[in-house]
């Protein structure tokens, strides 16, 4: 692991805000952009040179294009997945997000004191939001946008055509934080009012939430308490020093970790990240909890999958590895699916807090930016997290997160009786997991076991209902229609 902090007054010695890395990595040559209070949007290029003469590469960075347009500062910038488009959305504090599209023209000459642009990106389209973008993400094609604002609403757009295609409000305080499942089924928010939110992704309307769990106080090592069980909200308030909530799925849609996880326990507070399982989400509680010193507001996937290391321990029991880093204010903790504790930490490497952080698609670099206007980079050797699996892993089973609707009554106008259809109880069909095909090699330990309340019924399994048949109903009597009499009064 190599830590590189280029001497670049990124924005002009302001505060950035976000970083992203662009899908393509050509030549050993990374994209990445840059956005911050500076109202401007700036992409680069960086690679490591090879040299003999020294140990450690060094890192090379070339300014490519600086993106103007926004009049207020820029929350976040994301590359699009779909790399053959070459679009890019950037989302500011008036609400507005431009998504830019590379042009194959040759750029405008400056109008400032930069360096001209080696790259000409053009505004492609406008959407709107009534107050701060605070978090935006793309769909897996790269066909839609969806962003969270202080506007206490999720909207969802066509990136090509600028539609809106729907729009979710009545969250009770903003959300900060939003993913979009690499499956395409789901998106999922975190807000401020300390809740996860499941959203459909298709037809928009909000599926379930986590906010709090019941969990065992003697486990928890309260004393001199008279219930065995107490709930407890699982993630931070409002007071949580962060611009964003930084929930993400893993590249393949199994695991969902989500960051701000927040336990009062008495006169102490337990911070660190959950875990949930994609074959899991209809239950109520986190799959497994990973413990930091700090409050944590960003979670990032390494899109590389790994082999299993040759270890007694599988601690989330998938059969391969999965890598994940964990922002706090201003340490970097990486974990992986195997082990509880961290694997790796890098601390102290900015004076002000971090606020974004990037993979590089090939697992080798990670980007993180902070608020005294650097950005930090640490380069792995991919063979440090063990053997790459190149063959495609298996797709996961959903859950079925949307209860079946009764089927209504049907009325007979010609017979007086009227019969109840029977109601048939929806059968739970309990679909082995691709990841359990093949046992791990090792036992994979149940997490959270004396966190979580554990709900032993299947969920989705219901009873048939009793019906009642009465026989030999008499029909009801037709009534004799009343003749009316006409009276007529004369003046």
Request: glycine share 4%.
């Amino acid at each position: 692991m190599e830590h590189y902090m280029p001497q670049i007054f990124w924005h002009d010695r302001k505060a950035l805000l976000s970083v992203d890395l662009h899908k393509t990595v050509k030549n050993n040559k990374y994209k990445i952009v840059t956005s911050s209070v500076q109202k401007e949007v700036r992409i680069w290029q960086f690679e490591f040179e090879n040299t003999e003469k020294l140990p450690v590469a060094p890192l090379a960075v070339t300014f490519l294009a600086n993106l103007s347009g926004h009049n207020s500062a820029i929350n976040q910038v994301k590359f699009s997945p779909n790399s053959e488009q070459n679009l890019l959305a950037s989302g500011d504090c008036d609400g507005r997000i431009t998504i830019w599209q590379m042009n194959d023209s040759p750029p405008p000459p400056p109008k400032d004191e930069l360096p001209p642009n080696k790259e000409n990106w053009i505004r492609f389209k406008i959407l709107n939001h009534d107050s701060d973008v605070s978090a935006l993400c793309w769909n897996p094609d790269g066909t839609q946008i969806a962003s969270v604002s202080n506007d206490d609403c999720l909207y969802v757009h066509n990136a090509l055509t600028a539609k809106r295609m729907f729009v979710l409000r009545n969250f009770r305080h903003f959300p900060n934080g939003i993913c979009w499942d690499p499956l395409g089924k789901y998106i999922i928010t975190m807000s401020a009012d300390r809740k996860m939110d499941i959203v459909d992704a298709i037809k928009g309307q909000r599926i379930k939430h986590f906010s709090s769990a019941e969990l065992p106080l003697k486990q928890l090592q309260i004393q001199n308490s008279l219930e065995d069980k107490k709930l407890f909200k699982l993630f931070h308030d409002d007071q949580l020093f962060s611009f964003q909530r930084g929930v993400v799925f893993s590249p393949n849609g199994e695991l969902v970790v989500a960051p701000s996880a927040h336990l009062e326990l008495g006169s102490s507070d337990l911070f660190g990240l959950y875990v949930f399982k994609r074959e899991d989400l209809a239950k109520d509680s986190p799959s497994a909890f990973y413990p930091t010193t700090k409050p944590t507001f960003l979670i990032k996937f390494s899109p590389v999958v790994f082999n299993l290391l040759d270890s007694a321990t599988n601690f989330l029991g998938l059969p391969y590895r999965l890598v994940w880093a964990a922002l706090t204010q201003d340490t970097v903790y990486f974990y992986d699916s195997q082990h509880q504790h961290p694997i790796g930490i890098v601390d102290n490497i900015h004076y002000n807090s971090l606020t974004d952080a990037a993979w590089s698609s090939d697992g080798i670099v990670l980007a993180v930016s902070s608020l005294e206007g650097y950005c930090s980079f640490i380069k792995f050797k991919i063979d440090v997290w063990g053997t790459k699996i190149i063959d495609p892993v298996p797709v996961c089973v959903s859950p079925s997160l949307i209860e079946e609707k009764k089927k209504k009554r049907k009325s007979l106008a010609t017979v007086s009786v009227v019969e109840e259809e029977k109601e048939i109880a929806p059968v739970a069909v309990v679909a082995k997991s691709p990841f359990r095909k093949e046992a791990p090699p090792a036992k994979a330990v149940t997490p959270l076991t004396k966190y979580f309340k554990i709900d032993k019924n299947e969920p989705g399994k219901g009873s048939p209902k009793e019906t009642t048949v009465v026989e030999n109903q008499e029909e009801p009597v037709a009534r004799e229609k009343k003749r009316i009499q006409l009276v007529t009064l004369n003046d």
